[in-house]
């Protein structure tokens, strides 16, 4: 049985969507932006907060949990820098929480959803061991999770994968769903291993590639010419055979209909 926190959200619920097919699956989600009507109806919903240990606890207690994937987060790099309590105590204090709630229930199996741990533009593509440059406290929420993660694998002979999605503009949620059911067929095979993989496209686009399809959002965007950082794919290629589609049309249409949705509905 597989837990996924944060299951009510946008990444989340098309993850749960494709879990369903073939796993039995439990969503824990506080609904702070996710949404109740978007967890898929062949999967059980408990409403809780992560930094609950009480509620936790009897959530490991009921089910026969074997892995969780962790996509809960408080994740606006503004707010973040305004308010970092919240996102210190949301992303890293229930962080430990949880992974002492995982440890106490013999818990080995993690996939974690991270951030784009660098805001330097760079001439290569960016992999796994590139510079980390951490701008705000969001992004260093996600780093201090990264390192206690690799921390307790380490320690307490865990199976961890990160996927970090590494393109500002967002990824194509399918292939975003593809990157989590690989990670999770990883995890189970009890390797004892520590990985983090980058996510995205694997490409850049100019503003005027960009520009060029602003019909799809039917708006003024005022894009303008902003450094970019691309990830480099080739180890979630190789070890994964993870390979993301290129096509900006449908880069643009998905990360705006995620994002009329998560206005509308979240
Ligand atoms: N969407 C992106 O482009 C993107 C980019 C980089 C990283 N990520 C990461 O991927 C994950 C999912 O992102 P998303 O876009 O689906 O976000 P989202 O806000 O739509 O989903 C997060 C879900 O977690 C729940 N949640 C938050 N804090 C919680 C808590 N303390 N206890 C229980 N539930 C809680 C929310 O209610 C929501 O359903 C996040 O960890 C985010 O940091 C997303």
Redesign the pocket.
């Known amino acids: 049985m597989i837990l996924v ?10 993850v749960v969507n494709r879990l369903v097919e073939t796993e039995r699956v439990v969503v ?8 109740r009507e ?1 967890v898929n109806e062949q999967a059980i919903f408990i409403e ?5 240990e009480k509620r936790l606890t009897q959530v490991f207690s009921l089910f026969p949990i074997k892995t969780v994937v ?6 606006v790099e503004v707010e973040s820098n305004e308010n970092p309590q919240l996102y210190y ?3 890293v204090t ?1 962080m430990l929480v949880l992974l002492k709630v995982m440890r106490a229930h013999h818990v080995k199996n993690i996939v ?5 741990l660098t805001s330097s533009p760079a001439n290569e593509p960016l992999n796994e061991q590139s510079y980390i440059e951490t701008t705000n406290p ?1 992004a260093r929420s ?1 780093y201090f999770s990264e390192q206690i993660l690799q921390d307790y694998t380490m320690a307490y002979k865990m199976n961890c994968i990160v ?6 503009s ?2 194509q949620i399918e292939d975003l769903v593809n990157a989590y059911s690989m990670a999770l067929e990883t995890v189970a095979k009890n390797e004892r291993s520590f990985k983090i993989y980058n996510l995205g496209n694997g490409q850049d686009y100019s503003v005027k590639e960009t520009k060029e399809k602003e019909t799809i959002t039917k708006s003024d965007s005022h894009i303008e010419d902003t450094p970019v950082f691309i990830a480099s794919l080739q180890k979630i290629q190789q070890e994964l055979g993870l390979y993301a589609e290129k096509n900006l049309q449908r880069l643009i249409s998905d ?1 705006w209909n ?1 994002h009329q949705i ?1 206005n509308f509905n ?1």
């Open positions: 926190i944060g299951g009510a959200g946008y990444i989340g619920s098309h824990y989600d506080n609904l702070s932006t996710g949404c978007a809780g907060e992560l930094v609950d962790h996509l809960a987060a408080a994740s105590e949301n992303n229930a974690y959803s991270s951030t784009a969001y996600k996927l970090r999605y590494l393109n500002g967002g990824t990360t995620g998560k979240f």
